[in-house]
């Protein structure tokens, strides 16, 4: 998510092949070393969704489609 | 006489060299300067709409029919409490269900889902730190979708994070009151056209897209 432009792509790729897999956690470790919030929607079997907020790679459910970095919540007024 | 008189000029421009030389070079620097090109941002009108309708996207695909539905029709979503005791600060609930009202740039409201008694307001802001200019705000949607993802995978890091106020400080309770009224009559509708077979109440207008 990005202020002024809503969501943009960041990298995609398959993280079962090792090229891939290196590209993608760098680029997970460059959005959290900027400051952000990583988060995983999922849903359980009732259909409930929720989401994981995830703060290491290898804390990304091996079945995710998609990880959202969001700005990391202040304090506001 | 015309040798004397070079050697004259020459003798006068080395010695006023220390003076005229620096002015040269700043009318040289300010001529470059204004010749130089600008970079310019032309303001495009329709950018803070189109990422308002990725942001609504997203918010879809992340949240569920019930709660896109809710926030399309109603303007904000609720998410359940999940703590034992109740958000922090708010004098324990006794074990009482208890829930948020997510409304995009205001305050998450939490409160008794049976009494529908206020228990605080959360403020709570996104704010891109990496951005030294212009807006910092997110589209609408997107700080709903961030609120929802922040409480649903993490409450007690959220509520911690987010200034606490009593209710009543920014958002207007009679409105908090409404809008519950509102969302009880909207599930109930919605329940009766499920139970019918129909897909839930019609949409009451797109109030992004109006608004």
Redesign the interface.
């Known amino acids: 998510?990005?202020?002024?432009?809503?969501?943009v792509l960041i990298a995609e790729g398959d993280a079962t092949r090792a090229e891939d897999e290196q590209r993608l956690i760098e680029e997970f470790r460059r959005q959290l070393d900027?400051?952000l919030?990583a988060?995983v929607?999922v849903?359980d079997k009732e259909?409930?969704?929720?989401?994981?907020?995830v703060r290491s790679f290898e804390e990304i459910p091996w079945d995710a489609d998609r990880v959202?970095f969001?700005?990391?919540?202040?304090?506001?007024? | 006489m015309l040798l004397a008189l070079a050697a004259t000029a020459l003798v006068a421009i080395a010695l006023l060299s220390d003076l005229i030389v620096p002015r040269l070079d700043d009318l040289w620097g300010r001529w470059l300067a204004r010749r130089q090109r600008t970079p310019s941002w032309s303001y495009d009108p329709g950018r803070e709409r189109r990422a308002e309708q990725r942001a609504r996207t997203l918010l879809r695909s992340c949240v569920n029919d019930e709660e896109w539905a809710m926030y399309r029709d109603l303007g904000f979503l609720r998410v359940w409490g999940t703590l034992a005791d109740g958000p922090d600060d708010a004098g324990g609930t006794g074990g009482a269900p208890y829930a948020y009202l997510i409304y995009p740039h205001r305050p998450i409201v939490a409160y008794l889902a049976q009494t529908h008694r206020l228990l605080n307001e959360y403020c709570v802001t996104f704010p891109d730190e990496t951005r030294p200019y212009g807006s910092s705000r997110l589209p609408d949607s997107d700080d709903v979708l961030a609120k929802w993802m922040a409480l649903t995978g993490d409450e007690r890091r959220l509520i911690s994070t987010a200034n606490m106020h009593l209710p009543g400080r920014q958002l207007d309770p009679a409105q908090i009151r409404r809008d519950l009224w509102r969302l009880s009559q909207w599930e109930r509708t919605r329940m009766r056209q499920l139970s019918d077979g129909g897909q839930g109440p019609p949409p009451a207008g797109d109030r992004k897209s109006a608004a």
């Open positions: 998510m990005k202020p002024g432009h809503g969501e900027a400051g919030w988060a929607p849903a259909g409930r969704r929720e989401s994981i907020m959202i969001f700005p990391r919540a202040a304090g506001g007024r």
